[in-house]
């Protein structure tokens, strides 16, 4: 969008907006640092009757929020898991993150144990250098699979601290079967 003013004059000018319609102009203003204006227009897709918001005009929402730090506004639609792996890849601040796992937390446990989140949200918490937020994270997952486990041994490993991914790698190597983890044994 590079002319955001005409862009909204020929957006207004539709005679039927579709999703397709709403979803790229909330991602333009986005895309041309303009939160604010994002959120207002999804607030307007809210309130018309010709189009319902999809995963694609949630996420852009939710990441206009996290831009603007409104991360309590409602949103009137249960995000995927896609979504939240999204939303965690832009996130460049703590407090952000804290708000969006809250968020996550809020709406819905099975987020909260979904090895894709848990393996994005522990990578985003390592790379703000919060470890014990992401081993926290780590340790309250219910099922802890191999993705989720290498992305906290990966986590310790780039904040140099090699002692805890030994450790942690060697603990689940003496739970898991010989053969899986040291073949050739």
């Not at 694609?56 to 603007?68: D, M």
């Not at 969006?100 to 390592?126: M, R, W």
């Not at 219910?142 to 060697?170: C, G």
Request: net charge positive; with cysteine.
């Amino acid at each position: 969008m590079a002319n955001p003013p005409v862009a909204r004059h020929l957006f207004d000018r539709f005679p039927r907006l579709t999703t397709d319609l709403w979803n790229t102009k909330i991602i333009g203003f986005i895309r041309n640092n303009m939160p604010d204006q994002a959120i207002l227009l999804y607030a307007r897709m809210l309130s018309s009757s010709t189009s319902l918001p999809d995963h694609f005009a949630y996420t852009s929402t939710l990441r206009a929020c996290a831009e603007t730090r409104q991360l309590g506004m409602k949103m009137r639609w249960k995000p995927n898991v896609l979504c939240f792996m999204e939303l965690f890849r832009i996130i460049r601040d703590v407090r952000n993150a804290n708000a969006l796992y809250g968020l996550l937390i809020t709406i819905g446990s099975e987020y909260a144990h979904d090895k894709f989140v848990v393996s994005t949200t522990v990578h985003v918490y390592s790379k703000l250098g919060e470890l014990d937020s992401a081993r926290k994270i780590f340790d309250q997952c219910l099922e802890r699979s191999t993705v989720i486990r290498n992305s906290m041994i990966k986590a310790y490993v780039q904040n140099n601290r090699p002692v805890e991914a030994l450790e942690l790698f060697l603990e689940f190597a003496v739970k898991s079967d010989k053969h899986t983890c040291c073949p050739g044994r």
